[in-house]
């Protein structure tokens, strides 16, 4: 199984995936080899990307798995459990956004790093009875780190990304954790995955992965948490790396 992260990864700065890419990836396929993808991004970026390329996907680091069309397992965050600490965060000014399928569920402040043709809902979480498949929360300051991490309930994870976010999540989803389970799901060894991905919600995908490749513009702890470094996400490097070690080394015709 090829499985691949998106944003700085598979997909090129202005969100396109290279006819380069895409051929990579259909001759791989048409070799039996399963292409899955494993994202950070809620369910609207099926929207913005080719669909038929991929046997699998992963949603949300983890919260939601899919086989074809088939959702296969979800892992989300309870309403019951998540509500005090989301009043917690908004009596201390946090604006936290949870996010369920495409909808994005919010107090009425947007953030700036979410898509602008996100779908949003305004909603008094003191009321909201939904499960979420992520938090995410912007930071202002490093005491709300430390307010969040301290208040964080039982089975919940937080990551902070890049972007400055605060994002919490089930213990269990993870992109690691959604991709053995798929690879269980379609009788595939760990050893036989090979993972390309580039910022921190990738580590531990990669360092489960048979082979893990980060990108040449991964951060630096990506690149560490690597077997192998790869090209740039502009540069082809996905494609390149599956031409050299997959479709050259077992005689893949193109």
């Known amino acids: 199984m090829i499985v691949t992260d998106l944003d700085g990864t598979l997909l090129r700065e202005d969100k396109t995936v290279s006819q380069r890419t895409r051929d990579a990836l259909a001759r791989c396929r048409a070799a039996g080899i399963k292409i899955a993808f494993a994202t950070g991004r809620p369910g609207s970026v099926e929207s913005m990307i080719p669909l038929e390329f991929f046997d ?8 939601i798995i899919y086989a074809g069309d088939q959702l296969i397992d979800q892992r ?17 000014g946090l604006s936290p956004v949870t996010q369920l399928g495409v909808v994005n ?3 009425g402040r947007i953030h700036a790093n979410l898509e602008p043709t996100a ?42 990304t890049r972007y400055g976010d605060f994002d919490i999540m089930l213990a269990e989803a993870t992109k690691a954790g959604a991709i ?17 991905g580039d910022d921190i919600n990738d580590i531990d995908l990669l360092a489960f992965a048979g082979v893990g490749v980060a990108m040449a513009n991964a951060i630096e702890t990506t690149r560490a948490a690597a077997d192998e470094v790869c090209d740039s996400n502009e540069d082809d490097g996905v494609a390149k790396w599956l031409e050299e070690h997959i479709l050259m080394e077992q005689g893949i015709p193109g």
Do not use: S
């Open 76 to 92: 989300l965050i309870p309403w019951q459990t998540l509500r005090p600490y989301l009043l917690e965060c908004i009596a201390i």
């Open 180 to 196: 053995a389970f798929l690879a269980q799901y379609w009788g595939i060894r760990q050893e036989e995955i090979v993972a390309f």
């Open 105 to 107: 569920y919010t107090t």
């Open 119 to 160: 779908v949003f809902e305004v909603v008094d979480f003191a009321e909201h009875q939904k499960d979420t498949e992520k938090v995410t929360i912007d930071i202002r300051n490093p005491q709300d780190i430390v307010f969040m991490r301290e208040h964080l309930p039982q089975g919940l994870r937080f990551g902070v």
């Open 56 to 63: 699998g996907r992963v949603i949300n680091n983890g919260a």
